[in-house]
């Protein structure tokens, strides 16, 4: 930890983080759960990176613009967080090998310079590189599609609350029936 | 001294299980003596996490052991016997 005085976005962080909850679990179970926070960051960077090239070659131009604020922002906020702790997040990427350093760069700026390209290309041409055909749902002869839609969506989504509801609730009951008769034969 | 290793020092032959099997004690309670999970005591004698010098001074002290008992040992025997012998009087 460092001396910094702890500022209002420091007390933010630290009652949404709530470090001291007994919810992390033990050493291990906090030590596994940063890591996989961290590699769901890293994959949310690399799938909003992918939308936003995807979304600027389609033609979009607001769409890929907010998927790289959802990238940048996340990014950001943990490299602040690890300076205010006295971890420079900069300096320990410079002790990767060349070849990590090369195609996390590659990855990144590519896929930067691919978004910004085909956005300025979409500004320019007045469409995307990929022209998606126009689709007019608004007419009220496409009403009733939309209605069976979005019913569809809504039922779909409820069932799936549902079922993943039971299966946790029975994951939780079979994890906290495993420890008794694993612990008798652990001494056999 | 080095830390044990997964591979020379885990499962049936961690010092951390045959010393809590020689007290009686299961893993669950020994997860409830040390403060940790279950899971963690399996992850530790299997040798798949190094604990914490914290974490390891309690399972010591629950298992009323030594942590060098159980995490450390000797590079190889004839360097203790040498070292030991050297230092006795």
Redesign the interface.
């Known amino acids: 930890m460092t001396k910094k005085t702890p500022g209002a976005l420091d007390r933010a962080v630290a009652r949404m983080m709530d470090l001291d909850s007994p919810t992390y679990g033990d050493e291990r179970e906090r030590a596994v759960f940063m890591e996989d926070t961290a590699f769901g960051q890293t994959l949310a960077i690399y799938l909003g990176l992918a939308g936003a090239v995807v979304a600027a070659v389609l033609g979009q131009l607001l769409v890929p613009v907010v998927l790289l604020a959802l990238m940048w922002v996340p990014s950001v906020a943990s490299i602040w967080y690890a300076s205010r702790r006295g971890v420079d997040v900069a300096d320990m990427g410079s002790r990767a090998s060349r070849k990590t350093r090369a195609g996390v760069a590659a990855s990144i700026f590519g896929g930067l310079v691919l978004t910004c390209g085909a956005m300025l290309y979409t500004l320019l041409v007045g469409h995307g590189l990929v022209p998606v055909p126009e689709v007019d749902l608004t007419g009220p002869e496409h009403e009733g599609v939309l209605r069976s839609a979005l019913t569809g969506a809504l039922v779909g989504g409820a069932g799936g609350a549902l079922v993943g509801a039971v299966i946790s609730a029975r994951k939780r009951r079979r994890t906290a029936a495993e420890p008794a008769g694993d612990d008798l034969d652990d001494l056999d | 001294m080095t830390p044990r290793q997964a591979t020379d020092a885990a499962g049936p032959r961690s010092p951390i299980r045959r010393r809590r099997?020689e007290r009686?004690i299961?893993?669950?309670?020994l997860a409830d003596a040390a403060?940790?999970?279950?899971?963690?005591i399996i992850?530790v004698e299997q040798g798949d996490?190094a604990?914490?010098v914290?974490?390891a001074l309690r399972i010591a002290r629950a298992l009323e052991a030594t942590v060098e008992e159980l995490f450390i040992e000797a590079d190889d025997d004839a360097t203790t016997e040498t070292t030991t012998e050297g230092a006795r009087p």
């Open positions: 099997r009686r299961t893993q669950a309670e403060g940790v999970s279950r899971q963690t992850a996490y604990p914490s914290y974490l």
